[in-house]
């Protein structure tokens, strides 16, 4: 199993939908959870980071952590075709000191006008 | 707040030359900065860690005589990559961890490197 899992995609909304991306992580005794945008070409954008149980909202944006089942999640609301982009969860786990984040594949996101 | 830059943006070098790489957190402090390297529709792959005044801390199969990782100072950490090789072409991109923050990480612009 791997550190950080998600689904690669593409997934595909029409604009003004709800995107929802998700992400589940192996080590329990992780404790920072973190999304970043990253459009093609590009360095990776920090969006939302996340430190405990439940939801945290900014913007369009929520992040939603559940420990219990070891996923986190971000909500777009009111997907825009800006937010065409990979989405890459990363976490902090436990076995590297927490000094690390360990990334997953990513999962692409197309928003259609 | 929160902005790293890279330089140079891009780069073109012949084999057998190095290349040095910037990363300069510019308006927080950064004791710890992170090298990274990502091909074509891949992931990020971690190479380094960096600590301001310490050596530098290389991930499995990196080699660190090939990349050298100087963070000399709290806003500056160089990754210099020596005797390039056309293998070693990619988009390499920094990070940086704000002192007074938790475990956040914040990415340069990222350097794309071509070895001909």
């Known amino acids: 199993q791997k550190e950080v899992e998600q689904n690669s995609g593409p997934l595909s909304v029409p604009e003004g939908a709800i995107a929802s991306l998700n992400c589940t992580y192996s080590d329990r005794g992780s404790q920072s959870f973190f999304w970043y945008r990253q459009y093609s070409g590009k360095s990776p954008e920090l969006i939302m980071f996340?430190?405990?149980?439940g939801d945290k909202e900014d913007g369009r944006f929520t992040a939603q952590l559940n420990t219990a089942s070891q996923y986190v999640s971000l909500l777009i609301r009111d997907s825009q075709p800006s937010d065409s982009a990979t989405y890459l969860c990363a976490v902090n786990l436990p076995f590297t000191g927490f000094q690390k984040l360990v990334f997953g594949t990513g999962t692409r996101l197309l928003v259609s006008p | 707040g929160a902005v790293v830059s890279q330089h140079p943006s891009r780069v073109i070098c012949k084999s057998g030359t190095s290349v040095k790489i910037e990363c300069r957190s510019l308006?927080?402090?950064?004791?710890?900065m992170f090298w990274y390297r990502q091909f074509p529709k891949k992931s990020l792959m971690l190479m380094a860690t960096?600590?301001?005044?310490?050596?530098?801390?290389?991930e499995q199969g990196v080699e660190k005589d090939k990349f050298l990782i100087n963070h000399a100072s709290l806003t500056l950490s160089t990754l210099t990559v020596t005797s390039a090789h056309p293998e070693d072409s990619s988009f390499y991109i920094c990070?940086?961890?704000?002192?007074?923050?938790?475990?956040?990480?914040?990415f340069g612009p990222g350097t794309r490197l071509t070895v001909t």
């Open positions: 996340i430190y405990s149980n």
């Open positions: 960096s600590n301001e005044g310490s050596k530098a801390t290389y």
């Open positions: 990070s940086a961890r704000d002192l007074g923050s938790s475990y956040e990480q914040y």
């Open positions: 308006d927080f402090q950064a004791t710890t």
